[in-house]
């Protein structure tokens, strides 16, 4: 209740604003949508010790958002879990991530840490062109100034993470069999 | 109302069945249209709390995807009776607004204070959205009530079939009715009328149940018998009246005719004793006389004296003696009418009465012009005796006065005869017409008693009647009538 102003803020800012001129606007609303993603995916059971298990969203080499990302998940909670930011030093240490972003400025070192992330069951968040095709899961976009998504479902399948059917229908494109 | 009260029965009976289903019908229906208006928010509500659950909203208002809501919104409005929507973000801002095509809505900018909005045709819901305790939008929902033509239509058909089914109950139970109840009612009024228009009180009618017209029936039957009864016994008592009537009848004529026979006799009897007694008290006039003319001179005065007595009482005798005859004369004697002049008539007995006592002074007043319609020879006698009566009895006057003359009295002619003589008391009126029954002394007024008598007769036997007036020394007056 007490970071619902953040959320309002954020919303009056992205509403009022109708764009996205100013970066900081861009990874405000993208630090929210990593927090949304966490609370329309089904993780399998395995990937929490037990019921209080933070979700973990992890940023893997270059940060984009400074504080941002801390700032909005501070206090809040998804599927009745605390949310946890962690910055883990390589590909294997975010292993116990449940999401993970990687920022447009690690493209050259993408498709490596896709390829160790891969199946298992960790959402990776891209921003490249490539992020889906190269195994990622949801490749963020900016479209007509407003932030977007596209979903890689076969890749999904293979994580064995369930994306909820509203999150794959506001999707802009879904990769999927 | 008249033509309502005229109406046949089972056409009221149909009637009233009808109107009370025709009522329920009316009232049902608005009983629904009230219960839909009354109903509409909470169903609106309902669907509306249903509908949002299905869209989740969350997910785009998460996202900021005004594209995705504007869908989901459009979505909605396929449901019948929305007629706009819009979500707002928490900011109040407007993420997505869906008008249908009906027509221009007042969607408004931002979501209500109250969660519900009702102006009577439109109702404006307003309900937050939310996830996981957080705040995230609005979303409002316009919806309007069907208008009252298109709500009727909606029932129309159903109104529509019910009132056929109503109006074959109705004729079906006006068929039951019309066993039950009309046909025994109509029944009992043929027979009524019958009754009332032939006096047929034989007539019964079949007695259906035992319910409030077969009550009626049985009284109605009841009744008939006690008319009848009573009919039957009044029959038999006018029979019996007529019989003692007929009986009475010939009683009376056979006493009449007895009385008569007897009342012949009477008066044949007393006309010959009249007739017989004059022969021999003609012997004794004529032999007293003849004593007196040719012996008179030798008797001695006593004998003499005794003589005139004996001769006076025998002329008194023979005048009683034809006043009898004269009275049997009236009352046997044929009537012959005929138009009399009772003025000449008094004229001349009053003139003869004058020549026989010249000495007296009597003022006579005879009215001119006074006829009637009578036996002339009765009419003779009874004028006779009335006049012989006011000149007798006026003697004592130094003028007499005798009156003749008619009055008017209603519709009759009364006739009088008035003097100044002696007249008499009214309380013995009533013996005044008996014969034989005097109110003066002989010694006074000489009299057989008869005369009165002898009009009272001849007035009766002219259909009229004869009463007097008088006061002691102060006169008296007689009045007759003829009748017809």
């Known amino acids: 209740v007490v970071l619902v102003p953040v959320a309002v803020s954020l919303f009056i800012q992205a509403g009022s604003?109708?764009?996205?001129?100013?970066?900081?606007?861009?990874?405000?609303?993208?630090?929210?949508?990593?927090?949304?993603?966490?609370?329309?995916?089904?993780?399998?059971?395995?990937?929490?010790?037990?019921?209080?298990?933070?979700?973990?969203i992890c940023v893997l080499g270059r940060d984009p958002f400074g504080s941002l990302l801390d700032r909005t998940v501070a206090g809040r909670s998804s599927q009745g879990r605390p949310v946890r930011v962690r910055r883990p030093a390589n590909a294997r240490e975010a292993g116990a991530c449940h999401e993970v972003f990687i920022s447009a400025a690690e493209s050259e070192r993408q498709p490596d840490l896709l390829a160790t992330l891969r199946d298992k069951p960790i959402l990776t968040v891209g921003e490249t062109d490539e992020f889906l095709e190269q195994g990622g899961l949801v490749r963020l976009v900016v479209v007509d100034n407003a932030v977007r998504f596209e979903i890689n479902a076969t890749a999904a399948a293979r994580?064995?993470?369930?994306?909820?059917?509203?999150?794959?229908?506001?999707?802009r494109r879904v990769m999927g069999p | 109302v008249t033509s309502l009260r005229d109406m046949p029965v089972d056409r009221k009976v149909f009637l009233s069945i009808v109107t009370t289903s025709a009522l329920a019908l009316l009232v049902a229906l608005t009983a629904t249209l009230a219960y839909e208006t009354a109903t509409f928010e909470r169903r609106v509500v309902e669907q509306?709390?249903?509908?949002?659950?299905?869209?989740?909203?969350?997910?785009?208002?998460?996202?900021?995807?005004?594209?995705?809501?504007?869908?989901?919104?459009?979505?909605?409005?396929?449901?019948?009776?929305?007629?706009?929507?819009?979500?707002?973000?928490a900011d109040g801002s407007t993420l997505a607004r869906w008008v249908g095509t009906a027509g221009e809505s007042p969607l408004p900018e931002g979501p209500l204070a109250e969660r519900t909005r009702f102006d009577g045709e439109r109702l404006t819901l307003t309900r937050a959205i939310r996830d996981e305790e957080e705040l995230?939008?609005?979303?409002?929902?316009?919806?309007?009530?069907?208008?009252?033509?298109e709500r009727l239509a909606r029932h129309g058909i159903v109104v529509g079939i019910v009132a056929v089914a109503l109006l074959a109950v109705a004729l079906s139970l006006t068929g039951l009715l019309r066993r039950l109840v009309t046909r025994p009612i109509f029944e009992l009024a043929t027979a009524a009328r019958e009754v009332s228009a032939r006096k047929d009180y034989r007539v019964r009618v079949t007695v259906g149940g035992n319910d409030e017209i077969g009550q009626l029936t049985r009284a109605f039957?009841?009744?008939?018998?006690?008319?009848?009864?009573?009919?039957?016994?009044?029959?038999?008592?006018?029979?019996?009246i007529r019989a003692l009537n007929a009986d009475l009848e010939r009683r009376v004529a056979h006493r009449t005719e007895q009385l008569e026979t007897a009342?012949?006799?009477?008066?044949?009897?007393?006309?010959?004793?009249?007739?017989?007694?004059?022969?021999p008290l003609r012997a004794i006039d004529g032999f007293s006389h003849l004593l007196v003319v040719e012996h008179g001179p030798g008797l001695v005065p006593p004998a003499r004296a005794y003589l005139e007595r004996i001769r006076n009482a025998t002329q008194k005798m023979g005048r009683l003696i034809d006043d009898l005859l004269k009275l049997s004369r009236v009352t046997r004697s044929e009537l012959r009418c005929e138009a009399v002049d009772l003025s000449a008539m008094a004229r001349q007995i009053a003139g003869d009465l004058a020549e026989r006592t010249p000495r007296r002074r009597v003022r006579l007043g005879i009215d001119e012009g006074v006829t009637a319609l009578g036996d002339a020879r009765l009419l003779q006698v009874a004028l006779q005796n009335l006049f012989d009566n006011a000149w007798k009895f006026t003697k004592r006057r130094d003028e007499g006065a005798i009156a003749f003359g008619e009055q008017r009295r209603g519709a009759d002619r009364v006739f009088f005869?008035?003097?100044?003589?002696?007249?008499?008391?009214?309380?013995?009126?009533?013996?005044?017409?008996?014969p034989f029954q005097r109110l003066h002394r002989e010694a006074e007024f000489s009299g057989t008693g008869i005369g009165l008598a002898?009009?009272?007769?001849?007035?009766?036997?002219?259909?009229?009647?004869?009463?007097?007036?008088?006061?002691?020394?102060?006169?008296?007056?007689?009045f007759f009538t003829l009748g017809g």
Not at chain 2, 231 to 240: D, K, L, M, T, V
């Open chain 2, 263 to 279: 009342n012949r006799e009477l008066e044949a009897f007393s006309y010959s004793v009249s007739h017989d007694l004059r022969a």
């Open chain 2, 48 to 89: 509306l709390r249903a509908q949002v659950r299905l869209l989740h909203l969350e997910v785009p208002l998460r996202f900021d995807d005004s594209k995705a809501t504007s869908k989901d919104l459009e979505a909605l409005g396929t449901i019948p009776g929305i007629e706009a929507a819009s979500v707002f973000r």
């Open chain 2, 454 to 478: 002898t009009v009272q007769r001849i007035v009766a036997r002219h259909g009229g009647r004869v009463w007097a007036e008088g006061e002691v020394d102060k006169g008296a007056t007689f």
């Open chain 2, 136 to 149: 995230l939008g609005h979303i409002l929902v316009v919806y309007r009530l069907p208008r009252l033509p």
């Open chain 1, 17 to 56: 604003g109708r764009g996205l001129a100013q970066p900081l606007l861009e990874h405000k609303v993208k630090a929210a949508f990593l927090l949304n993603f966490t609370r329309y995916v089904s993780w399998p059971t395995g990937a929490f010790d037990d019921d209080v298990t933070p979700i973990e």
């Open chain 1, 159 to 171: 994580s064995d993470l369930r994306i909820g059917a509203r999150l794959l229908g506001l999707a």
């Open chain 2, 221 to 240: 039957n009841q009744m008939l018998s006690a008319i009848e009864r009573g009919e039957q016994e009044q029959r038999r008592a006018a029979e019996e």
């Open chain 2, 417 to 434: 005869v008035r003097d100044n003589g002696a007249g008499f008391d009214m309380r013995y009126v009533e013996k005044l017409f008996v």
